[in-house]
């Protein structure tokens, strides 16, 4: 069964440093997402991604947060200069269309020392 | 701006009983719905998408039910198992793309 993968699963970076976190969308999927869930508290939205471009941002999502889609398969999320209260999971999700059932990875645990 | 309540924040159960979990939002303008699973430490298993023009869907054990003019959604799961344990979250879209989520209901199925 299709599924979406992140990698990696658990990343501990310094505060400042830059990280790139990966995920693989279902291969015939349109549209991407990140989320996140502080612990303890609800998963949040972060950006949607169509056709190449934003195509929605929430307040979070601030110059220190980036999206890319290097290749056909790949779906990246960078945060440039790590700061603690971006300690969180990061999830990234897909959809076949906008209406359409999402489907979630398995999230990468990003902890800001 | 759109608001996802879950209730019960924690349920127990034994094993074999029917349960009952309730989620509310506050602007009945929704695409749909989708009830997800998530166990500790882990990712979203996306187990019912309710669209906006139905009243229910099922798969297996579990029953999802929409009343979008209310505002509600209940997750039905018959003849509950351990195996159930975890925390089950339920998201609404609106006139965007993203999920709104609820903080969710932590069940647990005791043998």
Redesign the interface.
């Known amino acids: 069964e299709p599924e979406v993968t992140q990698t990696p699963s658990h990343q501990v970076t310094q505060m400042g440093q830059e990280v790139i976190l990966r995920c693989v969308p279902i291969s015939n999927h349109l549209y991407f997402y990140w989320y996140r869930q502080i612990l303890g508290q609800k998963v949040e939205f972060l950006v949607s991604f169509y056709n190449n471009e934003i195509s929605e941002k929430s307040e979070i999502f601030d110059d220190q947060f980036s999206v890319e889609r290097p290749d056909g398969s790949n779906f990246t999320l960078k945060i440039r200069s790590t700061k603690l209260e971006d300690s969180a999971m990061y999830f990234c999700a897909s959809t076949r269309g906008v209406n359409t059932e999402a489907f979630f990875g398995q999230g990468t645990r990003l902890t800001v020392v | 701006k759109q608001e996802v309540t879950q209730i019960p924040a924690a349920l127990s159960v034994p094993e074999g009983e029917n349960l009952v979990l309730n989620c509310s939002f506050t602007d009945s303008a929704i695409?749909?719905l989708?009830w997800?699973r998530q166990d500790p430490?882990?990712?979203?298993?996306?187990l019912l998408?309710i669209?906006s023009s139905q009243r229910e869907q099922t798969s297996g054990r579990l029953n999802a039910s929409l009343d979008k003019s209310s505002g509600r959604s209940t997750l039905y799961i018959a003849a509950s198992q351990p195996g159930d344990s975890a925390t089950y979250?339920c998201?609404v879209?609106g006139g965007?793309?993203?999920?709104?989520?609820?903080?969710?209901t932590k069940l647990t199925v005791n043998p």
Not at chain 2, 41 to 46: C, F, P, Q, W
Not at chain 2, 96 to 104: A, D, N, Q, R
Request: hydrophobic letters at 35%; charged letters at 15%; proline letters at 0%.
């Open positions: 695409y749909n989708q997800f430490g882990k990712g979203l298993t996306s998408l669209q979250l998201a879209q965007s793309e993203k999920l709104v989520f609820g903080k969710g």
